[in-house]
């Protein structure tokens, strides 16, 4: 097999990333927009020692789940994968990815129950960072095409509320009538890098990703803005001049409004800076908790510990079970968000620690604090085995752990496992229709000690 080929394939499986997988010439063949039984002819593009990638060129007989795409920047946008197909057959492929990344990557076979799916397939997102490039005839913002930084125009994106697409167009308007320049990453040149849409139940929050301290004009936007829209309450300019391609510093002026929005989810209301992390799909994301929650089991003699808390809306909603709530998080403004949270719930049973889990657990452990239950929510990395060991050595009753990447859950589980825990449940949860990401909730249980 070779560059340029073409090649008959069945397609049999999907990779994480949602790509088809057929079989030729005794390789694997990974080709995008492709769905579990479709038929096609394929061009080889990159060819490995055991495998190769590949683009389809025809379509020669569609599975029964294959759909037309309703997106006019699929697949070249980095974003979904699935569009082009139903969306029961998109939950089925990541309950199978799931269920594949514990066997063959954590050696554990749970109980694994049905996935549960989104309520919603489109416009669920809350929040959106759109990169901002230039051209000839001026700034456009959309998202990157995978494995790259080549912005994709977007404004209208079917995953996105309607109102972020007319902010986002009255800001590139305004910034084009300026003349504002784009950030450009190999020079590190231009002012506008990203903007940044958040929204909850209390207004909407719009944040400016700039390579410099500030705007010439601020007032005239925030005038703009406020006269335009009255959902918001917020418009903030992140001053971000450092040579990375992490989106946000935490140095946030607010121009206009609140510095922070609120937002309402399992009978919290939570207030959210621009750095502090929530989930983009609220309506998924209250399912998620409520399942974390009973897995939990949580009674009034527990002290519950909330790993990677963010601004603690996890362990602020099960608070009310437990004698002792706990929340670790390293992202400063998030705890003071957390913090807050607890005044404004008026919630007298929590303590939120700002540093990384690892000294955080060290801290609780030289305080002989000792956390019955443990709840980890961490970033795709997962928890490594660093804070798995210190896991170990609290010694919980159970461990609920909650994943966007069942890769690293299922490595942060067999280490549990080795430890002495056995896991005894777990869910796939889809807060991501259309993309490539699910999330995961797993219960750890103590079998030997």
Excluded at 210 to 225: I, T
Aim: neutral net charge; charged residues 25%; glycine residues 8%.
């Amino acid at each position: 097999m070779k560059k340029n080929d073409k090649v008959e394939l069945e397609i049999t499986g999907l990779t994480s990333e949602g790509m088809g997988v057929g079989r030729a010439e005794g390789m694997a063949v990974f080709v995008p927009t492709c769905g579990v039984g479709d038929r096609i002819l394929a061009r080889i593009e990159k060819v490995h020692s055991s495998y190769a990638f590949g683009k389809m060129v025809e379509l020669l007989s569609p599975s029964p789940s294959r759909i037309e795409n309703d997106c006019p920047v699929f697949p070249g946008c980095g974003g979904c994968v699935y569009r082009h197909m139903t969306y029961s057959a998109e939950l089925e492929a990541k309950e199978t990815l799931v269920r594949e990344n514990l066997r063959k990557l954590g050696g554990l076979t749970p109980e694994l129950r049905p996935i549960i799916p989104s309520p919603e397939e489109c416009r669920y997102r809350n929040k959106a960072q759109y990169p901002v490039a230039g051209e000839p005839g001026g700034l456009f913002a959309g998202f990157y095409s995978r494995r790259s930084h080549r912005v994709i125009p977007a404004e209208d994106c079917l995953l996105q509320p309607e109102i972020f697409s007319h902010i986002l167009r009255e800001v590139l308007t305004l910034c084009n009538r300026h003349r504002l320049t784009a950030y450009n990453e190999a020079t590190h040149t231009g002012i506008l890098r990203h903007i940044y849409l958040r929204r909850g139940d209390g207004g909407i929050m719009v944040c400016l990703v700039c390579n410099a301290s500030g705007l010439p004009f601020e007032e005239e936007l925030c005038a703009l803005l406020r006269e335009r829209f009255s959902e918001i309450s917020s418009i903030v300019l992140c001053k971000n001049t450092k040579k990375t391609n992490v989106i946000l510093s935490d140095s946030c002026r607010t121009l206009w409004g609140s510095a922070t929005i609120t937002d309402t989810i399992c009978g919290i209301t939570a207030e959210l800076s621009p750095l502090s992390f929530y989930q983009v799909n609220r309506p998924a994301a209250e399912g998620l908790y409520r399942t974390a929650a009973q897995m939990a089991g949580l009674t009034r003699e527990d002290i519950l510990l909330d790993l990677y808390c963010g601004s603690g809306v996890i362990g602020l909603s099960m608070s009310h079970l437990v004698q002792a709530l706990y929340g670790i998080e390293i992202v400063a403004p998030a705890v003071e968000n957390a913090r807050r949270n607890a005044l404004r719930n008026g919630i007298e049973n929590a303590e939120f620690l700002c540093c990384d889990a690892y000294e955080g657990l060290r801290q609780l452990a030289d305080r002989g604090i000792r956390p019955s239950v443990i709840i980890t929510d961490p970033p795709r990395k997962g928890c490594g085995k660093e804070v798995t060991d210190l896991l170990l050595a609290a010694a919980p009753r159970r461990i609920v752990m909650i994943s966007c990447n069942s890769a690293t859950l299922a490595r942060d589980c067999a280490y549990l496992v080795e430890g002495g825990y056995e896991i005894t449940d777990a869910v796939p949860v889809d807060l991501f229709p259309r993309t490539a990401h699910v999330e995961t909730v797993a219960l750890l249980s103590r079998s030997r000690f």
